[in-house]
């Protein structure tokens, strides 16, 4: 990939970050009853502990997917080491959270057993990715630090592909909701997941091509 071409592609991958970073802001300036929100039960809605969850998924998944983007750039880390630490331990903390608040709300996705597996798996593995990230991080792996925080925001990222594949996805099946998010339970996440596999070997072959 050439070198214009990789800045047009962070850029494009910086901005649907900070847009849908932002996008649970809208939930508190106009009527909820929107998007998916609009597939849930009344009872569902009313129930406090859902709702908890719900906000707490939203908002730090938010904070995590507004912020991560900025750790990649290695020039940065570079530089800003104490920053770098301070914005890591944001973002795990949100991660951390919004990942076990996934989970929960996850348990509750419409559609049935095929969507709640796409949901729940997605949040376990963006828990179990940001923890790996973490301890590596504690124990001075910086290599598998950067492997596995890879891994966790790819996760994070989630939240751009399904916006993203769901219109597409009702497009295809004629405005029928059900079958589009069986669909894009899984779909927005598992190509991500495949991206940073080929990341990390990517990077994982260029450091064994360093010191050969």
Same mark, same amino acid.
Not at 51 to 62: E, K, R, V
Not at 109 to 127: E, H
């Given at each position: 990939? #050439?070198?214009?071409?990789? #800045?047009?592609?962070?850029? !494009?991958?910086?901005? +649907? ?31 406090? +502990? ?23 750039? #290695? ?11 301070? !914005? ?28 709640? @597996? ?16 973490? @301890?590596?991080?504690?124990?001075? &792996?910086? &290599? ?23 219109? !597409? @996805? ?39 091509? #360093?010191?050969?």
């Amino acid at each position: 990939m #050439k070198a214009y071409t990789r #800045k047009i592609v962070w850029w !494009i991958f910086t901005f +649907l970050c900070i847009v849908i970073g932002l996008y649970p802001i809208i939930y508190f300036i106009i009527d909820r009853n929107f998007g998916l929100l609009q597939s849930k039960s009344e009872e569902l809605l009313s129930n406090p +502990l859902w709702n908890t969850a719900f906000y707490t998924h939203i908002i730090l998944g938010g904070l995590a997917l507004l912020i991560g983007w900025t750790q990649f750039p #290695k020039a940065f880390r570079d530089r800003n080491r104490k920053i770098h630490k301070k !914005i890591g331990m944001v973002y795990v903390t949100a991660a951390f959270f919004s990942s076990i608040a996934g989970i929960y709300i996850g348990l509750y996705a419409t559609g049935g057993i095929v969507s709640i @597996l796409g949901f729940v798996s997605l949040g376990i593995i963006w828990l179990g990715t940001t923890m790996m990230g973490w @301890l590596t991080a504690k124990k001075g &792996d910086f &290599d598998s630090h950067e492997n596995w925080m890879t891994y966790s925001y790819a996760a994070c990222f989630a939240a751009v592909m399904l916006r993203i594949w769901l219109p !597409i @996805l009702m497009n295809i099946y004629q405005g029928e909701f059900i079958p589009a998010y069986h669909i894009v339970a899984w779909l927005c996440w598992v190509p991500n997941m495949l991206v940073a596999f080929w990341i990390v070997r990517r990077r994982k072959m260029a450091s064994v091509l #360093k010191f050969t």
